[in-house]
């Protein structure tokens, strides 16, 4: 079982929906974060999280760190949205991050 | 955006070859890594820095090797290119460890070793 585990794999919705990301892990950890990975490549940073909520625009990320389960949110999901969003994890090291599969979102308009 | 800049951008090279990445940052972040992408294997870690000349290895280090001799540059180095190491090479930095600072990456070098 890897230590993080990311659902949905693959998720198509309408442009408009309401989007849930949902990452949980099997370690303890000091953070963890959210990245998107559009086609072509690039990876940004969106959420480095070591507890409760932040929110940047129509992202908003949550984690609950006794359920060891961080959710990323996407309200008024637009196509532009479509990408492949990570979750990766601290655990015991300050310079590894354990990785999650990704989530391939798919935003139809 | 974070100011990472990763040369070569695509690169094809034959096996046996030497090859070098070049990763420069205009952060002045402490922290730099250098990471390959691989279909079903995610984002692996090779190798890390955490300041000038003291590096570390990853995950994946086997085949590579790294050098910081500049806060502003981490340079990855493939001695003699396999097949095995054509990949995605992400460059990565952050200010302070991963276990409580974001982390930006660079824009990727695709290595093609034919």
């Known amino acids: 079982k890897n230590e993080v585990e990311q659902s949905p794999q693959n998720l198509t919705a309408q442009e408009g929906e309401f989007i849930t990301i949902n990452c949980s892990y099997s370690?303890?950890?000091?953070?963890l974060h959210w990245l998107q990975q559009h086609p072509g490549g690039g990876i940004v940073s969106l959420f480095m999280l070591s507890s409760g909520k932040k929110k940047h625009g129509r992202l908003i990320a949550t984690i609950n760190i006794q359920e060891k389960h961080s959710s990323l949110h996407i309200t008024a999901s637009h196509p532009r949205d479509s990408a492949v969003y990570i979750c990766?994890?601290?655990?015991?090291?300050?310079?590894?991050?354990?990785w999650g599969a990704g989530t391939k979102l798919i935003i139809k308009p | 955006d974070a100011g990472i800049t990763q040369s070569p951008r695509h690169k094809v090279t034959e096996t046996g070859t030497p090859v070098t990445l070049r990763c420069h940052q205009t952060e002045n972040h402490r922290y730099m890594y250098w990471y390959r992408q691989d279909p079903g294997h995610g984002l692996r870690l090779i190798h890390y820095s955490y300041g000038v000349k003291d590096t570390d290895k990853g995950e994946v280090s086997d085949g590579y090797s790294v050098s910081r001799s500049k806060t502003e540059d981490f340079l990855l180095t493939l001695e003699s290119a396999t097949s095995s190491q054509t990949s995605v090479y992400f460059c990565?930095?952050?200010?302070?460890?991963?276990?409580?600072?974001?982390?930006?990456f660079g824009e990727g070098s695709w290595l093609t070793v034919v």
């Open positions: 990565a930095i952050s200010s302070g460890t991963v276990s409580g600072n974001t982390i930006y």
């Open positions: 990766a994890v601290s655990g015991d090291s300050n310079y590894q991050l354990i």
């Open positions: 370690v303890g950890i000091s953070a």
